[in-house]
């Protein structure tokens, strides 16, 4: 264009008609004055076009026998300069397209050319080309917030309604009270609005417009973004009165560049701390903020085609689609690929349905039709896609109606974003969740601040258990003080314990950093303190019983020693009254002592149980004319017996001891009198039963119980009245071996014993039995009466590890006239054996014996190498530790302590009685 504003107009046209048409056209254009310059040739008018003497072109399709889009790109390969707008007689479209292609800035059909719109197309064209500089160096991306930036900026709208949106989207997305977008003069470095959104602005009291910010322009002409992290007495912020007035407490900033040149700034108020990450939030739609207020400033009043902005939306991650009035697809982003794996521009005409989940396309296809009949205008929800690969895409779909320019129908626009990870997490938090909502135990959490900010159904339900409405009252009364010190330490605090109504609850506080919270889970453990409660009694009794069994034996060997050489001494005394009253005492005291060793191994179960099958009922009625007497005649006895009851295999003098040792400790228990009450009966012990008592077991058993109305007992003393020597009668009155007799009597019988008692009250003994099977067999005793022995010249190898119990066995096997080989421990008698190449006739061997080889093992080695020899154990334990080895013909048991013609008597019965089974010698 000319200094005088003239426009130099090149037509090329070999009609000189239509150049006078052209010339009307001209004529007609107010205020505006053109010089038009005529070409008639294809030649002629490339020479002229490639001169660039004039500001624009107008070129004729039809030149002769070549046409006008081959002389545009002749022209422009020639370096023409000027835009070109080519002229046609018909409107076709394949060369529309094919002039677009060559670069033709303008198509104009000359039947349609009116002046009005030569000019406009003449004005556009020199308009595009003052700001192609600008927008060469352009980037065609625009990063967005979501959908919403992608929408906003590819729509057909004003500048400042385009920014308006994005300040919305970026208060929204950005949690800011006011957002703002700016425009940069780099005359006065200063910026001004272009657009304003946020909360405050609904505020009547707010003025509407944010507060003053003195940044560095420098930085933010290098791009390089500014965060005021507190807003409050920044001195970069002078109006402090609005700050505090709106609360406000940060700001953040992004510079708006394009390459070297800085546009404008993007920046937030926020009435919430901000990080560094706004930075990274910011920064991913700012360039394409800056490429819109830029493409905007030089193409606003263009109207370039909709395929100029498509490049905007391509580095967008949401999907941004058109759809047409019938539901086909007519534009997708690349992100459409992206998400679902098919091509863009196969799936373009394709029906939006088709890619759509088969059991969500009711609700897509609904509010489509709802957006067409106009009864919607935009709309969020929630859907499935499926993909190329077949699988399924979870994605939220924001879609609004597309209208034209006279408000016609044109179809639906918006953008599908992928929630597929989002659903996932949200499915995973579900389940979760259900775990404490779910658990049978309490669970809680605690805030902070250490206040209680959950409990699921468990927590309230024991409450009410426990009689209470409130959950505190079942916490720890310092609770929420843990709770406080456990987040602050970061350390758990484990099992607080609380007492509840007779229960026991421990509470467990667990620290989650990451949530500042606290978690807390609460477990009744009454009924399993009282199972450890009983666990470890019966583990003490059991230990006891073990000591018990170990005195008991090594007593055994001394008593035998006593008793032996007593008995004999005695034998020997005819005559002196003086040696013999004295020896008596000692054998009597030894006696004594046995009784007390067998009372120990019954506790520890290591005595010798010979049951049989038989009547309760019947053994209680023989004791009833003893139990009177025993006592006395201030006690009133009662008794209630079961008709038929179940028989049970146990030891008849056993069993009597039971009820023997229950009956003197409820007299004991009632020094003035009362009454003792003896019951039986059937029970039928089930699981549930069996699982509170751990002594019990589910089965048919037959219960003796027995009940006094006496002083009864404490809680200390019924923990421990089944332990040896435990008594709290007066010293000389017990020994305290009663209860702890019959607790080993009942555990040899597989059976137990229950107790209950109240001070003052009483005590009630429930003895259990299990029932007899059908098939069960009583084993009748064997009782070997001592009298006149004969001895004999057998030979006898003696295998005993204590020296004196060595000693007198000897000299008593002497006076029978047997011969007797000794040994010390087993391991020795294999050698003695080998000596006397086992010209040896029976085998009398102690049970337990140093060296690693004890008298079972020795026995098994010797019978193997003469299956004949006769065998006698002897033991300071029970038989019942041999298990089946008296099963055999030729082997008997003596227990310790022993008198000299016991011994005798079993050594000579098991001589002479090859075939038959020799069970033990009675002390």
Same mark, same amino acid.
């Given at each position: 264009?000319?200094?005088?504003?003239?426009?130099?107009?090149?037509?090329?046209?070999?009609?000189?008609?239509?150049?006078?048409?052209?010339?009307?056209?001209?004529?007609?254009?107010?205020?505006?004055?053109?010089?038009?310059?005529?070409?008639?040739?294809?030649?002629?008018?490339?020479?002229?076009?490639?001169?660039?003497?004039?500001?624009?072109?107008?070129?004729?399709?039809?030149?002769?026998?070549?046409?006008?889009?081959?002389?545009?790109?002749?022209?422009?390969?020639?370096?023409?300069?000027?835009?070109?707008?080519?002229?046609?007689?018909?409107?076709?479209?394949?060369?529309?397209?094919?002039?677009?292609?060559?670069?033709?800035?303008?198509?104009?059909?000359?039947?349609?050319?009116?002046?009005?719109?030569?000019?406009?197309?003449?004005?556009?064209?020199?308009?595009?080309?003052?700001?192609?500089?600008?927008?060469?160096?352009?980037?065609?991306?625009?990063?967005?917030?979501?959908?919403?930036?992608?929408?906003?900026?590819?729509?057909?709208?004003?500048?400042?309604?385009?920014?308006?949106?994005?300040?919305?989207?970026?208060?929204?997305?950005?949690?800011?009270?006011?957002?703002?977008?700016?425009?940069?003069?780099?005359?006065?470095?200063?910026?001004?609005?272009?657009?304003?959104?946020?909360?405050?602005?609904?505020?009547?009291?707010?003025?509407?417009?944010?507060?003053?910010?003195?940044?560095?322009?420098?930085?933010?002409?290098?791009?390089?973004?500014?965060?005021?992290?507190?807003?409050?007495?920044?001195?970069?912020?002078?109006?402090?009165?609005?700050?505090?007035?709106?609360?406000?407490?940060?700001?953040?900033?992004?510079?708006?560049?394009?390459?070297?040149?800085?546009?404008?700034?993007?920046?937030?108020?926020?009435?919430?701390?901000?990080?560094?990450?706004?930075?990274?939030?910011?920064?991913?739609?700012?360039?394409?903020?800056?490429?819109?207020?830029?493409?905007?400033?030089?193409?606003?009043?263009?109207?370039?085609?909709?395929?100029?902005?498509?490049?905007?939306?391509?580095?967008?991650?949401?999907?941004?689609?058109?759809?047409?009035?019938?539901?086909?697809?007519?534009?997708?982003?690349?992100?459409?690929?992206?998400?679902?794996?098919?091509?863009?521009?196969?799936?373009?005409?394709?029906?939006?349905?088709?890619?759509?989940?088969?059991?969500?396309?009711?609700?897509?296809?609904?509010?489509?039709?709802?957006?067409?009949?106009?009864?919607?205008?935009?709309?969020?929800?929630?859907?499935?896609?499926?993909?190329?690969?077949?699988?399924?895409?979870?994605?939220?779909?924001?879609?609004?109606?597309?209208?034209?320019?006279?408000?016609?129908?044109?179809?639906?626009?918006?953008?599908?974003?992928?929630?597929?990870?989002?659903?996932?997490?949200?499915?995973?938090?579900?389940?979760?969740?259900?775990?404490?909502?779910?658990?049978?135990?309490?669970?809680?959490?605690?805030?902070?601040?250490?206040?209680?900010?959950?409990?699921?159904?468990?927590?309230?339900?024991?409450?009410?258990?426990?009689?209470?409405?409130?959950?505190?009252?079942?916490?720890?009364?310092?609770?929420?003080?843990?709770?406080?010190?456990?987040?602050?330490?970061?350390?758990?605090?484990?099992?607080?314990?609380?007492?509840?109504?007779?229960?026991?609850?421990?509470?467990?506080?667990?620290?989650?950093?990451?949530?500042?919270?606290?978690?807390?889970?609460?477990?009744?453990?009454?009924?399993?303190?009282?199972?450890?409660?009983?666990?470890?009694?019966?583990?003490?009794?059991?230990?006891? *019983?073990?000591?018990? =069994?170990?005195?008991?034996? +090594?007593?055994?060997?001394? #008593?035998?020693?006593?008793?032996?050489? $007593? @008995? &004999?001494?005695?034998?020997?005394?005819?005559?002196?009254?003086?040696?013999?009253?004295?020896?008596?005492?000692?054998?009597?005291?030894?006696?004594?002592?046995?009784?007390?060793?067998?009372?120990?191994?019954?506790?520890?179960?290591?005595?010798?149980?010979?049951?049989?099958?038989?009547?309760?009922?019947?053994?209680?009625?023989?004791?009833?004319?003893?139990?009177?007497?025993?006592?006395?005649?201030?006690?009133?006895?009662?008794?209630?017996?079961?008709?038929?009851?179940?028989?049970?295999?146990?030891?008849?003098?056993?069993?009597?001891?039971?009820?023997?040792?229950?009956?003197?400790?409820?007299?004991?228990?009632?020094?003035?009198?009362?009454?003792?009450?003896?019951?039986?009966?059937?029970?039928?012990? *089930?699981?549930?039963? =069996?699982?509170?008592?751990? +002594?019990?077991?589910?089965? #048919?058993?037959?219960?003796?119980?027995? $009940? @006094? &109305?006496?002083?009864?007992?404490?809680?200390?003393?019924?923990?421990?009245?089944?332990?040896?020597?435990?008594?709290?009668?007066?010293?000389?009155?017990?020994?305290?071996?009663?209860?702890?007799?019959?607790?080993?009597?009942?555990?040899?019988?597989?059976?137990?014993?229950?107790?209950?008692?109240?001070?003052?009250?009483?005590?009630?003994?429930?003895?259990?039995?299990?029932?007899?099977?059908?098939?069960?067999?009583?084993?009748?005793?064997?009782?070997?009466?001592?009298?006149?022995?004969?001895?004999?010249?057998?030979?006898?190898?003696?295998?005993?590890?204590?020296?004196?119990?060595?000693?007198?066995?000897?000299?008593?096997?002497?006076?029978?006239?047997?011969?007797?080989?000794?040994?010390?421990?087993?391991?020795?008698?294999?050698?003695?054996?080998?000596?006397?190449?086992?010209?040896?006739?029976?085998?009398?061997?102690?049970?337990?014996?140093?060296?690693?080889?004890?008298?079972?093992?020795?026995?098994?080695?010797?019978?193997?190498?003469?299956?004949?020899?006769?065998?006698?154990?002897?033991?300071?334990?029970?038989?019942?530790?041999?298990?089946?080895?008296?099963?055999?013909?030729?082997?008997?048991?003596?227990?310790?302590?022993?008198?000299?013609?016991?011994?005798?008597?079993?050594?000579?019965?098991?001589?002479?009685?090859?075939?038959?089974?020799?069970?033990?010698?009675?002390?």
């Amino acid at each position: 264009m000319t200094d005088a504003g003239i426009v130099k107009v090149l037509l090329v046209e070999d009609d000189e008609d239509d150049f006078i048409l052209a010339q009307d056209l001209f004529s007609e254009m107010p205020g505006q004055r053109f010089a038009l310059d005529w070409e008639r040739s294809f030649d002629t008018g490339l020479k002229a076009m490639t001169l660039n003497q004039h500001d624009v072109c107008l070129v004729d399709y039809r030149l002769g026998a070549r046409n006008g889009v081959d002389l545009l790109r002749a022209a422009i390969e020639g370096g023409c300069q000027s835009p070109i707008i080519l002229l046609t007689g018909a409107g076709e479209h394949e060369i529309d397209v094919e002039a677009m292609q060559a670069g033709a800035s303008d198509y104009l059909v000359k039947a349609q050319l009116q002046s009005n719109s030569l000019e406009r197309s003449i004005r556009y064209a020199l308009q595009r080309k003052r700001a192609a500089a600008v927008a060469a160096f352009e980037q065609a991306r625009l990063a967005a917030f979501g959908a919403e930036i992608g929408l906003a900026l590819t729509r057909r709208d004003s500048l400042k309604a385009i920014l308006d949106r994005c300040a919305k989207a970026m208060s929204q997305y950005l949690n800011a009270g006011l957002a703002q977008i700016l425009s940069f003069d780099s005359r006065s470095k200063t910026f001004e609005p272009l657009a304003t959104a946020g909360p405050l602005l609904e505020r009547r009291e707010f003025r509407g417009r944010a507060p003053e910010v003195l940044l560095d322009v420098a930085p933010l002409a290098d791009g390089k973004p500014a965060l005021i992290k507190q807003l409050l007495n920044d001195p970069r912020v002078p109006e402090q009165d609005l700050i505090k007035r709106e609360g406000l407490v940060s700001c953040a900033a992004y510079p708006l560049a394009l390459e070297d040149k800085l546009v404008g700034l993007m920046a937030i108020f926020t009435q919430l701390p901000l990080t560094e990450q706004i930075s990274l939030e910011m920064g991913s739609v700012a360039h394409g903020i800056a490429l819109c207020i830029e493409r905007k400033r030089s193409e606003e009043a263009l109207g370039i085609s909709e395929f100029k902005y498509r490049s905007v939306v391509e580095s967008i991650k949401e999907v941004i689609f058109q759809l047409d009035e019938f539901g086909n697809w007519t534009f997708l982003n690349p992100a459409w690929t992206t998400v679902t794996g098919f091509q863009v521009k196969p799936t373009l005409g394709t029906f939006f349905l088709e890619y759509i989940f088969q059991d969500d396309r009711q609700q897509n296809q609904e509010i489509f039709l709802r957006f067409i009949e106009r009864k919607l205008d935009y709309c969020r929800y929630e859907t499935r896609f499926i993909t190329k690969d077949g699988k399924i895409r979870w994605v939220e779909v924001y879609g609004q109606l597309s209208l034209g320019a006279e408000g016609q129908l044109q179809g639906i626009s918006g953008s599908l974003t992928d929630i597929t990870d989002r659903k996932i997490a949200e499915i995973q938090i579900k389940k979760l969740a259900a775990f404490p909502r779910v658990n049978p135990n309490p669970v809680l959490e605690f805030s902070m601040d250490g206040a209680l900010t959950y409990s699921n159904d468990a927590a309230l339900q024991m409450a009410k258990s426990l009689g209470h409405d409130e959950l505190l009252a079942i916490l720890p009364p310092n609770a929420s003080v843990i709770a406080r010190e456990s987040l602050a330490s970061g350390q758990n605090r484990l099992r607080e314990e609380v007492q509840v109504n007779g229960r026991t609850i421990t509470w467990s506080f667990f620290p989650v950093p990451s949530s500042h919270v606290v978690h807390c889970y609460g477990v009744d453990v009454t009924d399993m303190l009282s199972l450890e409660a009983q666990l470890r009694h019966a583990q003490k009794l059991e230990s006891v *019983g073990q000591l018990a =069994a170990g005195v008991a034996h +090594d007593f055994n060997n001394i #008593l035998t020693v006593i008793q032996g050489y $007593s @008995d &004999t001494l005695l034998a020997r005394s005819k005559g002196d009254d003086t040696m013999r009253s004295a020896l008596k005492q000692i054998c009597d005291a030894s006696k004594r002592a046995s009784a007390l060793t067998r009372q120990l191994l019954v506790f520890s179960r290591k005595q010798v149980i010979q049951p049989k099958v038989l009547d309760l009922n019947a053994v209680l009625q023989n004791l009833s004319n003893m139990l009177p007497r025993l006592l006395g005649e201030d006690v009133v006895l009662e008794t209630k017996y079961m008709a038929n009851l179940p028989r049970i295999e146990a030891d008849t003098g056993m069993l009597e001891q039971v009820v023997m040792n229950l009956a003197v400790n409820a007299r004991d228990a009632m020094p003035k009198g009362g009454r003792l009450t003896r019951c039986t009966t059937s029970v039928e012990i *089930g699981k549930d039963y =069996a699982s509170r008592h751990p +002594d019990s077991r589910p089965g #048919l058993f037959t219960c003796l119980t027995v $009940s @006094d &109305t006496g002083c009864g007992m404490d809680a200390k003393t019924l923990e421990r009245i089944f332990e040896p020597f435990f008594t709290t009668k007066e010293v000389g009155k017990g020994t305290g071996l009663g209860l702890a007799t019959v607790y080993g009597i009942l555990k040899q019988h597989q059976g137990w014993i229950e107790v209950d008692s109240e001070v003052n009250v009483g005590t009630t003994f429930k003895v259990y039995f299990p029932a007899a099977a059908a098939s069960a067999i009583s084993t009748s005793d064997t009782t070997i009466i001592p009298g006149k022995v004969r001895g004999g010249k057998e030979t006898i190898l003696l295998v005993e590890d204590e020296p004196v119990v060595r000693e007198l066995v000897r000299e008593i096997l002497h006076t029978y006239e047997y011969k007797v080989i000794e040994a010390e421990s087993g391991i020795d008698a294999l050698r003695v054996w080998d000596q006397f190449d086992g010209k040896i006739d029976l085998l009398l061997t102690d049970m337990v014996m140093p060296e690693g080889l004890n008298g079972r093992e020795l026995a098994d080695q010797l019978k193997k190498r003469r299956p004949e020899l006769k065998v006698i154990f002897s033991s300071g334990y029970s038989a019942e530790s041999l298990g089946r080895e008296l099963t055999d013909g030729d082997t008997a048991f003596l227990p310790k302590p022993y008198l000299p013609p016991q011994l005798a008597q079993i050594v000579r019965q098991c001589l002479d009685t090859p075939k038959k089974r020799v069970e033990m010698a009675h002390a």
